[in-house]
């Protein structure tokens, strides 16, 4: 091949590789809007479930949609007891994000007719992956405590049962309310790098429990879905807000990043960070206040006049972590959590993608061996 026209770029930098109706981000003024709708607006008045149906479906679902939809939702939350089963046989020490991405594979085994043409085949999957993927995670929390997974509650709202799966106990009103707003914020994003996976894998046309599977390996890389948790222990390394001047000297000093600031996208503080902060406070009125909450705002202020010039503000990861630990959530959650919130874009692009589909088949530069002559063993 005559590579001397190509042109390289690493990671697909600004290269557009599909046309997308589902999320746009203006990175300069800070708006993100899915399907034409603010963020902010969404997070305020609508809830994940509704917010899901706008991304996959493409339209605000009518009072009788939403119904029909949270119910059949609520009626797939189970999991089979081989689901449960199976996930008993994995080890306690491996990391969540393993055990879902392998419990979300196997539903591939289950559901195994693939007929991503049928649209009631699509529809069922699109309600059994968004319906069982928190009850895997809640259950393998508990099946790592020792416990039996519990059932999920029908009375509950989808955000309310998977606290209530995951803590066994049914929790405050405003923890599922804030938990639901979390679920919005981090559901889509255009095409980060698990969103591009799920698309690749659609476009070769193999089943959504695939698709799905493959976002959340993709999601589960530090780089990608883990920075929320590295947050908080850098808080936690800083310890008091006295000790923040001296943290952001020497982090800058030694070219080191400071943890939940910049974003590829945003050169203002990103609109997700800004919801996340209002709800963290919520959190802090009612519950009492996190002492990390005061590092972490310190950080801000005293960051901000020094990497501001360059567009680099809070991302969503930065108050993020702070709300899912006042939630009493474990810290290798949080990105199972992003998980359970961010099938609902997967699913959205894995619709489109079908849409219009084209498999996915990028070129590449040679740089190994000029062809050469096979060396017998002994010659070695
Ligand atoms: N702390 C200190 N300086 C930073 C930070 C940071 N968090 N982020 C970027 N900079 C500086 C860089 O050192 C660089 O400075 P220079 O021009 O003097 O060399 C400049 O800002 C541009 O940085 P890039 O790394 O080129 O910015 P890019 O857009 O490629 O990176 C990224 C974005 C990867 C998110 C980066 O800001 C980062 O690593 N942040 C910390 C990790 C984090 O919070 N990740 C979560 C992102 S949100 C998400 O994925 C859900």
Redesign the pocket.
């Known amino acids: 091949m005559d590579h001397s026209k190509l042109i390289l770029k690493p990671g697909l ?1 600004g290269i557009p590789v599909t046309q997308s109706s589902i999320c746009d981000i203006d990175g300069k003024k800070g708006k993100l809007l899915y399907r034409g709708y603010e963020i902010g607006e969404l997070a305020q008045k609508s809830s994940f479930l509704e917010t899901a149906f706008l991304l996959i479906w493409g339209e605000l679902p009518s009072s009788s949609e939403l119904r029909d939809f949270e119910a059949e939702v609520q009626m797939h939350r189970r999991l089979s007891f081989r689901v449960r089963d199976m996930m008993k046989c994995f080890p306690e020490s491996g990391h969540p994000m393993d055990a879902l991405q392998s419990s979300a594979a196997s539903l591939g085994l289950f559901y195994s007719r693939r007929a991503i043409d049928d649209p009631k085949y699509v529809y069922n999957a699109v309600i059994r992956l968004i319906a069982k993927i928190p009850t895997m995670i809640a259950a393998f929390q508990l099946i790592r405590k020792g416990h039996d997974p519990i059932q999920p509650r029908d009375d509950l709202t989808y955000s309310a049962n998977f606290l209530y799966m995951l803590t066994e106990k049914e929790q405050d009103p405003l923890a599922a309310k804030v938990f639901d707003k979390c679920l919005i914020l ?1 559901a889509e ?1 255009s095409l ?1 790098a698990s969103t591009f996976s799920a698309r690749v894998t659609a476009s070769t046309l193999t089943d959504p429990y695939a698709v799905v599977a493959s976002a959340v390996g993709t999601l589960a890389g530090p ?3 883990g ?2 948790e ?2 908080i222990a850098m808080l936690e390394s800083i310890n008091k807000p006295e000790n923040v001047s001296s943290f952001i000297e020497n ?2 000093r030694d ?11 945003y050169r203002v503080k ?1 609109p997700r960070a800004i919801i996340l902060q209002q709800l963290a406070e919520e959190l802090f009125d009612r519950f009492g206040k996190d002492e990390m909450y005061d590092v972490a705002k310190r950080l801000e202020k005293e ?1 901000i006049p ?2 501001g010039a ?3 503000y809070p ?4 108050y993020s972590g702070l709300v899912y630990r006042k939630l009493g959530i474990p810290r290798d959650l949080f990105t199972p959590i ?1 998980a359970i919130s961010r099938v609902a874009g997967w699913l959205a692009h894995w619709r489109e993608q079908l849409g219009a589909n084209r498999i996915f088949r990028p070129s590449q530069i040679y740089t190994g061996s000029e062809p050469r002559k096979w060396t017998p063993l002994e010659q070695r």
């Open positions: 930098e981090h994003h980060n780089l990608h879905g920075a929320n590295d947050v982090s800058l070219k080191r990043k400071i943890m939940g600031f910049g974003h590829r996208e990103d960051a020094k990497l360059k567009g680099i991302n969503v990861d930065f992003f």
